[in-house]
T-cell receptor, first 117, second 113 residues
């Protein structure tokens, strides 16, 4: 398996522009997570999906952020409008069903490094 | 709310020396515990995890960790490190109800020749 695939790997944009990050989870995984990593706040869970349905979006910072999962093999995280404080590395991760109620391993993609000027 | 504290932000060590990266968690309920490693410009990958059973857990690349319930700790150890172990290490606790991972702030392991 190719693992979790994210695109683009790097994104540089100007403040106010729309940014769309993409993720393809590992085939057969039914959980998908979006994380943000910054020096100040570390790794934060933004939102996660189960079987394409958003389960918990309490980590989404504000209304400028939105995430969708139209099918089992694709998810997007959109920022509109983007701001310099959104600059971070955004990770997507996927896992199998939580048979052990939280014990499943999450598999991370390589991340998208976003810089908003 | 659960939280994870990694007591050292940076740990410099010479090659072939032993190392311990410390992790403490706070939780009033049973948890699952994880260590992930992040190499430069890469995503995180699992080193090891504790779910139940033996408190000494062995992982990849010669790492091991010991779960200590009374001290709410899950310290990571390796008896002899290599240059290639230079990376960021994250301790995480899983919420059994939701499966959400709560990560510590990370420890940078710097292995010097």
């Amino acid at each position: 398996d190719a693992g979790v695939i994210q695109s683009p790997r790097h994104e540089v944009t100007e403040m106010g522009q729309e940014v769309t990050l993409r993720c393809k989870p590992i085939s057969g995984h039914d959980y998908l997570f979006w994380y943000r990593q910054t020096m100040m706040r570390g790794l934060e869970l933004l939102i996660y999906f189960n079987n394409n349905v958003p389960i918990d979006d309490s980590g989404m910072p504000e209304d400028r952020f939105s995430a969708k999962m139209p099918n089992a093999s694709f998810s997007t995280l959109k920022i509109q409008p983007s701001e310099p404080r959104d600059s971070a590395v955004y990770f997507c991760a996927s896992s199998l069903t939580f048979r052990l109620a939280g014990g499943e391993t999450q598999y991370f993609g390589p991340g998208t490094r976003l810089l908003v000027l | 709310a659960q939280s994870v504290t990694q007591l050292d932000s940076q740990v410099p060590v010479f090659e072939e020396a032993p190392v311990e990266l410390r992790c403490n968690y706070s939780s009033s309920v049973s948890v699952y515990l994880f260590w992930y490693v992040q190499y430069p410009n890469q995503g995180l990958q699992l080193l090891l995890k504790y779910l139940s059973g033996s408190t000494l857990v062995k992982g990849i690349n010669g790492f091991e960790a010991e779960f200590n319930k009374s001290q709410t700790s899950f310290h990571l150890r390796k008896p002899s490190v290599h240059i290639s172990d230079t990376a960021e290490y994250f301790c995480a606790v899983s919420d059994r109800g939701t499966g959400k991972l709560i990560f510590g702030q990370g420890t940078t392991l710097q292995v010097k020749p």
